[in-house]
T-cell receptor, first 117, second 112 residues
Framework: GDSVTQTEGPVTVSESESLIINCTYSATSIAYPNLFWYVRYPGEGLQLLLKVITAGQKGSSRGFEATYNKETTSFHLQKASVQESDSAVYYCALGARNQGGSAKLIFGEGTKLTVSS | GGIITQTPKFLIGQEGQKLTLKCQQNFNHDTMYWYRQDSGKGLRLIYYSITENDLQKGDLSEGYDASREKKSSFSLTVTSAQKNEMAVFLC???????????FGPGTRLTVL
């Protein structure tokens, strides 16, 4: 079936260190998957961090990057130097278009990141 | 830009009670969604609607009803609240044929 697996949290990283949150997906019923990272900062709603809709492309936002790798079915989230303000819960999601043009999102379970000073 | 509002922010009900959650969006999006998120877990799709008066079941529709009264609003009814369904319910919307979804702030349900 279709699924998303990401790094199990919680993850703690020191400020200015590098970060990688792993995400792998299975898209057996989806011809052209779209891949997303969503983030929930403390006290805020879920919001889109970045998206990539074409295999081989890289998305970036707020210093974070993720490359859509079709060969390894991965979409890992990376940042070279994290800040305390990056502390949040990060969700990898796989987008699939349904009949009629709607789009389902299949979410991973989320990775809670704490950046310590 | 636009915004999605969900009411109420907190909902407390008794076991067996029928409870309704409401969602409004002003993006003028065609498709709207209801998700449930249990503590420490990912989101699971309950219902979605691709246009006014349309309803499609998600993976978790049993025990829920939904209604798309107009393009901008989508309600979810818990038909008989159970203690094991205490969770945050998230509403989202998207443009037709686009996978990116925009989310509301959520309604936290507590069942006593």
């Amino acid at each position: 079936g279709d699924s998303v697996t990401q790094t199990e949290g919680p993850v703690t990283v020191s400020e200015s260190e590098s970060l990688i949150i792993n995400c792998t997906y299975s898209a057996t019923s989806i011809a052209y998957p779209n891949l997303f990272w969503y983030v929930r900062y403390p006290g805020e709603g879920l919001q889109l961090l970045l998206k990539v809709i074409t295999a081989g492309q890289k998305g970036s936002s707020r210093g974070f990057e993720a490359t859509y790798n079709k060969e390894t079915t991965s979409f890992h989230l990376q940042k070279a130097s994290v800040q305390e303000s990056d502390s949040a819960v990060y969700y990898c999601a796989l987008g699939a278009r349904n009949q009629g043009g709607s789009a389902k999102l299949i979410f991973g379970e989320g990775t809670k990141l704490t950046v310590s000073s | 830009g636009g915004i999605i509002t969900q009411t109420p922010k907190f909902l407390i009900g008794q076991e067996g009670q029928k409870l309704t959650l409401k969602c409004q969006q002003n993006f003028n999006h065609d498709t709207m969604y209801w998700y449930r998120q249990d503590s420490g877990k990912g989101l699971r799709l309950i219902y979605y609607s691709i246009t006014e008066n349309d309803l499609q079941k998600g993976d978790l529709s049993e025990g829920y009803d939904a209604s798309r009264e107009k393009k901008s609003s989508f309600s979810l009814t818990v038909t008989s609240a159970q203690k094991n369904e205490m969770a945050v319910f998230l509403c989202a919307s998207s443009r037709q044929n686009y996978a990116e979804q925009f989310f509301g702030p959520g309604t936290r349900l507590t069942v006593l």
